[in-house]
C-alpha cells in the first residue's frame, strides 16, 4: 500500500508540475490527466473505490474536451515554437514556493489526534446517502444552475434558431439543418 | 455465488480475452470470404491471425515532428483499456477481480480510449489521423451518455454496482428481457467504443484509415488488436450485465459464461458487416434526441420495481 502510494504521489505531482514546463497544449493537457489519473488511484488506495473511478472516468472526458478547446484557442497549440505558460516568474514561484512549505510544515507540525470510530461498510452508500439526504437541496439547486448555465450558453453562442430550422410559421419538417441527415426533429 | 480468484488470475485474463477476440477475428474473416464469394478454406481462416506475426515482423513507421510519446501511448492504451476494463467481468463462478464499484470501473477503463484515440490521431502529425482522432471525440460525445445511463439501469435493477451482484439478481428474469432498451443501447455502445462496424468512423475508409492511417507494424497491431478486445469485452460484460451471468440449466456456470460470450461475439460480428458506418454527427443527433430519453424513462423502469419492492 505504502510503496504504491510513493508511486502515484510523486507522479500526480511530478505530472502536474509538468502541466506548465511543456510548451505543447497536447502534452499538458495530458499531463494534467496523467496527475487525475493518479489523484483518482490515490482515492482507491484510500478505500474510496467510487470516488477515485469517477474522478478517473470524468477527468479522463474532460481532458479530452478540454484538450479540443486549448488547441482550437492557443496559439502554437503543439508547441512548434516555444512558448510559457507562466507569467511573473520569480514572485510567481517564491508564493508557490513558501505556501507549499508553510503546509507542509503544517501536516508535521500539527498533532494530529487519534482515529475515532471506524470507516463505514460501504462508503459509496455513505455518500449516496449524503447527497440525496441531506444535501439534496444543494444538489437540486446545484442542477438546475449548471443545466440553465449550459442551456444559457448554448443559445447564447448559437447563430441559429428554431425559426432558421422550421420556417417562419414554425411547420417546416424535417427541420432546414447545415448538416442534413440528423433526426430533424 | 461468484467468489474473487487469487491473483494470478489477473495474468488469465488477457489470454482469455485474446482467445475470445481471436475467434472473433477469425469468425469476422470468413464472413468476408463468404460475402466476398471465396471458398472457405483454412487458410481463409486463418487470414487475419497470420496478419500478426507479419504486423510484429514490420517497420514501425515514423512521420516528421510527430509526437512520438503522446502517439505511442495513445496506440497502446487502447488494448490495455480493453484488458483492464474486462478484469470486473465474471467468468462461471470466478472473477479476476470483485470490486464493489465494478460497473464504474468498466465504464472507466472504455472511456480510456477516448484519450488513447485523441492521442493516436495527435501523435502522427497526419491530418487524415488527427481528423480520425477528432472523429472519436465526437462520437464519444455521442454515444457515452446512453452507454452510462443503460449501465445505470442494470445497476439500479440489482441496486447494486458490483458486477456479480448484478448477474445474481437475474436468477429469475434476464435484465435483457425486461429492460430491452438498455439492452439494445448497451449493445450499440459496445460497437462505439471499439470503433467497428456502424462506429467505424473514427478510421473510415474515407480517411484512408483515419487513425490508423500513418500506423504500420507493431502499432498498428496493437491499435487493431485495441478494437477487438475492447470488443470482446463489451460482450463478456453483456453476459453479467443482461444475460444472468453464468447461470444455466444442466451445464457448468464458465460452460454458460463462455457459450453466451460467444453468442453476444457472434451477433456483433455479423452486425458489423450489415450495418453502414454512420457519420458521428448524424448518430450525435440520435443519441441525444432519442437514446438518451430512452434511455432515461429505461432507467425509471427499475427503479420504479425497487420501489414497489
Known amino acids: 500500500m505504502i510503496a504504491i502510494f510513493w508511486v502515484l504521489a510523486p507522479l500526480a505531482a511530478a505530472s502536474g508540475f509538468m502541466v506548465f514546463r511543456f510548451s505543447s497544449m497536447a502534452r499538458a493537457t495530458i499531463a494534467l490527466l496523467v496527475s487525475f489519473l493518479a489523484s483518482g488511484a490515490l482515492l482507491i488506495l484510500l478505500g474510496l473505490g467510487y470516488l477515485g473511478v469517477v474522478v478517473i472516468l470524468m477527468m479522463v472526458m474532460e481532458m479530452i474536451i478540454m484538450a479540443v478547446f486549448m488547441i482550437a484557442y492557443m496559439m502554437n497549440p503543439a508547441g512548434l515554437m516555444p512558448m510559457s505558460m507562466t507569467h511573473n516568474k520569480p514572485r510567481a514561484r517564491a508564493i508557490s514556493v513558501t505556501s507549499f512549505l508553510l503546509l507542509a510544515a503544517g501536516i508535521f507540525a500539527v498533532p494530529w489526534p487519534p482515529r475515532a470510530g471506524a470507516p463505514p461498510a460501504s462508503p459509496t452508500f455513505q455518500l449516496g446517502a449524503a447527497l440525496m439526504g441531506s444535501q439534496m437541496l444543494t444538489m437540486v439547486t446545484l442542477g438546475f444552475v449548471l443545466l440553465a448555465t449550459m442551456v444559457t450558453a448554448i443559445v447564447l453562442a448559437t447563430h441559429r434558431g428554431r425559426y432558421d430550422r422550421f420556417g417562419d410559421d414554425l411547420k417546416r419538417r424535417p427541420a432546414a439543418d447545415p448538416a442534413q441527415g440528423g433526426v430533424g426533429m | ?309
Open chain 2, 1 to 309: 455465488m461468484i467468489t474473487s480468484a487469487p491473483l494470478w488470475s489477473v495474468l488469465v485474463v488477457p489470454a482469455l480475452l485474446a482467445a475470445f477476440a481471436a475467434a472473433a477475428v477469425t469468425a469476422d474473416g470468413l464472413l468476408a470470404a463468404r460475402a466476398a464469394g471465396r471458398p472457405l478454406r483454412a487458410a481463409v481462416a486463418a487470414g487475419p491471425l497470420a496478419e500478426v506475426p507479419r504486423l510484429l515482423a514490420g517497420q514501425r513507421r515514423s512521420t516528421v515532428a510527430s509526437d512520438a510519446l503522446l502517439w505511442r501511448l495513445g496506440v497502446l492504451s487502447v488494448p490495455a483499456a480493453g484488458v483492464l476494463a474486462a478484469l470486473v467481468i465474471p467468468f462461471g463462478d470466478v472473477t479476476a477481480s470483485r470490486m464493489s464499484v465494478g460497473v464504474v470501473w468498466f465504464n472507466a477503463m472504455e472511456v480510456l480510449t477516448w484519450a488513447g484515440l485523441w492521442m493516436a490521431g495527435w501523435g502522427a502529425n497526419s491530418a487524415l489521423s488527427l481528423v480520425g482522432g477528432y472523429r472519436f471525440v465526437a462520437q464519444g460525445l455521442a454515444y457515452e451518455l446512453p452507454l452510462m445511463f443503460a449501465l445505470i439501469a442494470a445497476a439500479a435493477g440489482a441496486q447494486s454496482l458490483d458486477v456479480a451482484d448484478i448477474a445474481a439478481a437475474q436468477s429469475h428474469l434476464w435484465f435483457a428481457v425486461w429492460m430491452p432498451a438498455a439492452f439494445v443501447i448497451y449493445l450499440v455502445s459496445v460497437y462505439a467504443f471499439s470503433f467497428l462496424g456502424p462506429f467505424a468512423y473514427p478510421a473510415g475508409r474515407d480517411l484512408a484509415g483515419g487513425v490508423l492511417a500513418e500506423l504500420s507494424g507493431a502499432d498498428r497491431l496493437a491499435l487493431e488488436a485495441g478494437r477487438w478486445l475492447l470488443l470482446t469485452a463489451g460482450a463478456g460484460m453483456a453476459v453479467p450485465l443482461f444475460l444472468g451471468g453464468g447461470a444455466g440449466p444442466v451445464l457448468p456456470a464458465w460452460a454458460w459464461s463462455a457459450a453466451k460470450t460467444l453468442a453476444v461475439l457472434a451477433l456483433l460480428v455479423w452486425g458489423r458487416r450489415r450495418l453502414p458506418v454512420l457519420r458521428a454527427d448524424r448518430y450525435a443527433e440520435l443519441a441525444w434526441v432519442v437514446l438518451i430519453p430512452l434511455a432515461i424513462v429505461q432507467a425509471l423502469v427499475p427503479a420504479l420495481v425497487d420501489l414497489a419492492r
